[in-house]
């Protein structure tokens, strides 16, 4: 009985001992590039909340290369229209790719009413 318990004691120490200490775990850094709008009406596109777009982009690196990109697609009109344009820069010029970003889709909006119901 008492070569049993010594033999426990042997082993619950070694095991204990054994076992790494201070584990460290990795911390994973993600980054979002790149942001795609597809819509299918032209009401969609003047719904773009700005804000959410900026927010999406808020954690990266002032460094880090982003994309955004705009597509339209009228397959109900006569001339199934399909556009697409897209900005990109550093996520340290966010405002100045969302103020291009208005600008075409602007542009986007104008050539679809264009042609929407011809």
């Keep these: 009985m008492k070569k049993l318990l010594v033999a426990i ?7 204990g001992y054994s ?8 911390s994973l850094d993600a980054k ?6 597809s819509v299918s009406s032209i009401e969609e596109l003047e719904t773009i909340d700005w804000e959410s777009a900026k927010e999406i982009f808020s954690e990266n690196e002032d460094d880090v290369e982003i994309k955004m990109s705009f597509e339209i697609d009228l397959k109900e009109s006569k001339y199934k229209i399909k556009a697409k344009f897209s900005v990109g820069g550093e996520s340290q010029e966010i405002d100045s790719l969302i103020v291009k970003s208005k600008k075409g889709i602007k542009g986007l909006i104008k050539l679809a009413t264009k042609y929407k119901n011809k």
Excluded: D, M, P
Excluded at 9 to 15: K, N
Excluded at 32 to 37: D, G, I, M, N
């Design 9 to 15: 004691c042997l082993f619950t120490f070694t095991y």
């Design 19 to 26: 076992q790494k200490k201070g584990r460290s775990f990795k």
């Design 32 to 37: 979002v590039t790149a942001v795609s709008y």
